[in-house]
């Protein structure tokens, strides 16, 4: 692990990180904000379509509010870069920057995009052996297609997070024309039916659930709210289920980086 | 004025706006948070080189202050667009993202890079007619080449400005290499006797000042402040003049916004 740039943010530090992965054998970019004086937890924070390592440590507003707390996040970069698969680079929701979080078994995605395993295995590995966080000290959040990785990381891997919660989430991927471009290229068409591992409504249907209450923000302004995040289906979802959720809708609130930075500090 | 876009932030409204200037002679951007409820004052914030009416509005963190505080923020770009002056986009620190806060009497750059009297005039005015601010309520910081703009407004017409501050001021550029490329494009190397009038450390040998204390926010682990800023330069010049200054070197921070964000409440 490599650290590419370190800026002093309120008496903490700010890191740029540079490191192979064995998920996606590639390179991988992530940052992290560190607080001064004790760190007691962490939250893994993904971020949405078209995203790196640095919008969320850049525009989110987050670092005087993780320092005031002793709270580190970790930022991961939204899909492996340098390698040329076919149509990679063609869209800006698939492919670089668009990994959602999956596992794909499509040839040649399989080999590097690795995302799910990548988070769940490779970063929540370096949170606790390179920055010493305590297992039951880990939290996950996201935006957008980060919201729905952290909804599926919660609901899949319920006992790895101490909270779960998301701005703006892509919540039923299988039923939005995002998703539906994501999952055709990464798991194929072919394997629809195995798609619903990878859909917060779906995996909530099949009794998954976080023993907490999953926080969600959702801006009523959002152009995307309507045919791509579909935040309803996911409270009906969770209807007479085990899992609790509180969705907020805010008035007049769009899907940028304005919004999160208003309600970050409700999520930490 | 235009509205370019428009997002909700803090209760209030993070805005992107376009104009035609009288001054440049140009189309102009520039960007403002306005808090919810009543507007009591408002900070002209000046940014620096390569920066537009972007960066501080979307990497400071400062509208969560304003809207506690009941003030807005204007943002002006930091020089005009769409000009194809001899050299205007050859370098980062000259022409188009360099302005430097001057009017500029050499050919060609005088018809547009009339950056000093956009600010004190147009977007003062603008403040005031279109946003309701009195005049007794606008205050005036930026960073670097915006700190140094910030000073120069500040000095020469103290009764415009509540308050003046900077983040990394360029404090003395007639005597570092920035100020000397950028004064010798604006101003010509043959007119160097005037060059001073827009030099903050000569202004206040001048016996210009503020009647109120200027803040200054400076890393000490700034790239740039032992050729560039010189920092020590203005401390030196205010020494036994009416000039009150406090400069505050802050251990370990760098030239970034990450700097920045962490103290922009003082300055608010």
Redesign the interface.
């Known amino acids: 692990m490599k650290v590419l740039k370190t800026?002093?943010?309120?008496?903490g530090l700010?890191r740029f990180w540079e490191h192979e992965s064995t998920s996606t054998k590639t390179k991988m970019n992530f940052s992290t904000f560190t607080p001064p004086g004790e760190l007691r937890g962490c939250l893994i924070w993904l971020s949405g379509l078209t995203c790196t390592d640095e919008n969320f440590i850049?525009?989110a507003?987050a670092?005087?509010v993780l320092a005031e707390k002793g709270l580190m996040v970790i930022c991961p970069d939204t899909s492996p870069r340098g390698t040329q698969l076919p149509g990679e680079h063609d869209s800006w929701d698939f492919g670089s920057g668009a990994g959602f979080y999956v596992n794909a078994t499509t040839p040649g995605y399989r080999d590097h995009y690795r995302m799910y395993d990548y988070v769940s295995q490779e970063i929540y590995a370096i949170v606790q052996k390179d920055f010493g966080i305590d297992h039951t000290m880990i939290s996950i959040s996201g935006h957008s297609m980060g919201g729905h990785g952290a909804l599926i990381l919660g609901l899949r891997e319920p006992e790895k997070f101490r909270t779960v919660s998301a701005f703006s989430p892509i919540v039923n991927p299988t039923a939005c024309p995002w998703g539906e471009k994501a999952f055709t290229g990464y798991l194929g068409a072919e394997s629809r039916a195995s798609w619903s591992e990878w859909d917060a409504c779906e995996l909530v249907r099949a009794g998954r659930f976080h023993p907490r209450e999953i926080l969600i923000d959702q801006?009523t302004?959002d152009n995307f709210l309507e045919k791509q995040l579909l935040t309803d289906n996911l409270v009906r979802a969770c209807e007479g289920t085990k899992q609790k959720l509180k969705v907020r809708f805010q008035e007049?609130?769009?899907h940028?980086?304005?919004?999160i930075?208003?309600f970050i500090a409700d999520h930490l």
Chains 1, 2 share one sequence.
């Open positions: 800026h002093k943010t309120f008496g700010t850049t525009k507003g670092q005087r801006g302004d007049g609130y769009d940028s980086y304005y919004f930075s208003t």
